[in-house]
């Protein structure tokens, strides 16, 4: 598999950016995917996003921060069974958190579940459902989506490309100001989180 470039992103969070998702709709078709997903949160860093979709745990990591964007790094994924060494040397580290005692050579969901990730009480185990509504302009990887986190509403608009350039022109040409906030830090801030 070739290796996935880094990506630059810039994302906003509102409980209605419908305005946007009509911008959007003047620029390009968009593509609709429903999905629900299960984000692992660390209480000590907010540069991991972890996630399970589909039984697929899916990591990418913040390695750069550009001009109000953020740089993320795929590193991992990886089906389910999963091996306890990719939840020692993978999972784990990139949540920052101690590895626990891995008793088996392999976990299924539900023991990935209970037995590894619910006992440790730094990393919050998240429900997101989400409609994206997704859109390619020029390099540019654009979205409007429907999310619920914890059963709490939240619309979101993201700019994403391996050209930070590209990023930040799109983001202008929809007029929007708000501050970059990604994922992990919206969710942190509905768990009560918030670092700020």
């Known amino acids: 598999m070739a290796e996935i470039k880094p990506r630059y992103e810039f994302r906003i969070w509102s409980e209605s950016l419908t305005p946007l998702q009509k911008k959007l709709e003047s620029m390009a078709q968009p593509r609709e995917t429903r999905s629900q997903e299960t984000y692992l949160i660390s209480a000590v860093t907010e540069k991991c996003n972890a996630k399970i979709r589909a039984e697929l745990m899916d990591i990418k990591v913040l390695i750069a921060e550009d001009r109000g964007l953020e740089q993320w790094k795929p590193i991992m994924k990886s089906g389910f069974p999963l091996p306890g060494a990719v939840i020692a ?11 626990p005692k891995l008793a088996k050579a392999e976990y299924s969901t539900d023991e990935f579940f209970s037995e590894v990730v619910r006992p440790e009480p730094k990393i919050a185990v998240v429900d997101v459902t989400k409609t994206r509504y997704q859109f390619n302009i020029g390099v540019c990887a654009a979205e409007y989506s429907n999310i619920t986190i914890n059963k709490v509403p ?30 992990i830090r919206e969710i942190r801030r509905i768990l009560g989180w918030d670092s700020a």
């Open 89 to 99: 040397e993978q999972v784990f580290p990139s949540l920052e958190v101690p590895v």
């Open 154 to 183: 939240r619309d979101t608009v993201a700019v994403e490309s391996t050209d930070s350039d590209a990023v930040l022109e799109l983001v202008k040409k929809l007029g929007i100001d708000e501050p970059n906030v990604s994922y």
